[in-house]
């Protein structure tokens, strides 16, 4: 079964440290990944996606098809990281399948 | 920079009634998508439509729920008889082409069905 799974509803770490949010995926093609954001009172927006390989404001998420991860990660926290993020993975259908998302809270 | 606007931004209806969301998608879009979330619950996806017609679709979509582009601005999601289990955060999104290209999401509505 397609499955998107992040194992941490709540990710709290302090301003400057490193970030690592997990994302776990289950699917029997080639994925495309992506991850979402969603800031306090403001829309859903992309962060990344995988086919792209970008940087966006200083996250990066490798593919590890070994692992079938695709964990966003950033070197060092800012208070304005602070938001709600969900990884996705697109399916054959071109169908959305979505974590659950992962609220990090970035503390001062 | 253009934005997916909703409305409304919160809907209270009865259970049984039909009820209509709209979408104005950004507007050189040509994909249009609707995407649900309960309370707590994960994303799903609902439904995509292009060239006047639906794309794909998910189980929860089922003949309660319909997609429409009225006019050439409006994009709306109509669940024919509401239930309680249809309660949820609703949320469409446009993109300029299908599949892997970027979505870009309104601020969704929210529905309570009593």
């Known amino acids: 079964a397609q499955r998107v799974t992040q194992p941490e509803k709540l990710l709290s770490v302090f301003k400057g440290a490193p970030v690592e949010l997990k994302c776990n995926y289950s699917y029997s093609g080639s994925p495309e990944l992506f991850w979402y954001v969603q800031y306090s009172r403001q829309r859903l927006q992309l962060l990344l996606r995988h086919i792209s390989r970008e940087s966006i404001k200083g996250f990066t998420a490798d593919l590890n098809k070994g692992e079938t991860s695709f964990h966003l990660k950033k070197p060092f926290a800012q208070e304005e990281d602070s938001a709600m993020y969900y990884c996705a993975l697109m399916d054959s259908n071109y169908q959305l399948i979505w974590g659950a998302g992962t609220k990090l809270i970035i503390k001062p | 920079e253009p934005e997916v606007t909703q409305t409304p931004s919160h809907q209270v209806t009865q259970m049984g009634q039909e009820v209509i969301l709209r979408c104005v998608p950004i507007?050189?879009?040509?994909?249009f998508y609707w995407y649900r979330q309960i309370l707590g619950q994960k994303v799903e996806f609902l439904v995509s439509?292009?060239?006047?017609?639906?794309?794909?679709k998910s189980e929860i979509f089922d003949d309660q729920f319909s997609v429409e582009r009225p006019d050439g601005s409006n994009f709306t999601l109509k669940i024919r008889s509401t239930k309680l289990e249809d309660s949820a955060m609703y949320f469409c999104a446009s993109s300029t082409q299908g599949t892997t290209y970027e979505q870009y999401f309104g601020p969704g509505t929210r529905l309570t069905v009593t």
């Open positions: 439509f292009y060239n006047n017609e639906i794309s794909e």
């Open positions: 507007s050189n879009h040509l994909y």
